[in-house]
Every structure is written in structure tokens, then in C-alpha cells.
């Protein structure tokens, strides 16, 4: 079967540091992602982060070791942080306030939908 710990020889405890480098790079990038997304614009800053997302993403194939797994997931939280917020900044470019709360809970409903079946997708994936 297939078993990301075991594919790379990590324990337990290398994936909760790896859980912890996300969210380190996520919240310290968050900040700097967002200036940087005022000046560039929305429509400049966010495809280029959903990019470089994805190649993070893609660049988990050639995990092999403890040090690889822990950079991608770095990337991968330092990428994904200003996509967030960016989008709630992009939308207010188009609707207004009393708009923006239909809006808003649309993005997070297909982004909870999206996770729900993401593991179902991978399952029938790895079979």
C-alpha cells in the first residue's frame, strides 16, 4: 500500500515538523505576500502565486528524504499564503459590500467541498 512515512523513512514526529514548517512559512508569508499584492495588482500577484503553488506542489514527486519533504512543504505554505487572502481582495474589486459576504461564503463552501473530496479522489487514485 502506499505510505508517504514509509516511502520516505520518516517517523511521525518529521510529519507534525512538517505540519509546522507549513503553517510557519503560511503565516510569515502572509503579510509580505499581501504588500507585494497591493503594488503588483490581483491580477498580476495571484496567478503567479497559483503557479508557484502548483510547482510546489508537483515538486513533492521527487520527495525522498526528511530535507526534501520538509522544503516542499515550506514552499508549499510560503505559495499558498497570500492566495486567501489575495482572492478576498480581489473580489472586492468586483462586488460591492453587501455582496461580498454571498461571495466569500461561496469560495469557502467550494473550498470545503473541494477538500471533501479530495480524499475520496486520492483513494480511487492510489488504487
Known amino acids: 500500500m502506499y505510505n508517504i512515512m514509509v516511502d520516505l523513512n520518516v517517523d511521525l514526529n518529521t510529519m507534525t515538523l512538517g505540519t509546522t514548517v507549513f503553517i510557519l512559512f503560511f503565516c510569515f508569508f502572509e503579510i509580505p505576500s499581501n504588500l507585494v499584492l497591493r503594488r503588483a495588482g490581483a491580477h498580476r500577484w495571484i496567478p503567479f502565486l497559483m503557479v508557484l503553488w502548483g510547482l510546489a ?19 508549499v505554505g ?13 473580489l472586492t474589486t468586483y462586488y460591492k459590500r453587501e455582496e461580498m459576504a454571498l461571495r466569500m461564503s461561496i ?5 470545503a467541498i473541494a477538500n471533501s473530496c479530495a480524499g475520496v479522489l486520492a483513494y480511487f487514485i492510489l488504487q
Not at 506542489?57 to 514552499?75: S, V
Not at 469560495?107 to 473550498?111: A, G, N, Q, R, V
Open 107 to 111: 469560495f469557502w463552501s467550494t473550498l
Open 78 to 90: 510560503m505559495f499558498e499564503a497570500g492566495y486567501i487572502p489575495g482572492i478576498a481582495i480581489y
Open 57 to 75: 506542489t508537483a515538486a513533492q514527486l521527487w520527495m525522498h528524504n526528511k530535507a526534501t519533504f520538509l522544503i516542499c512543504r515550506a514552499f
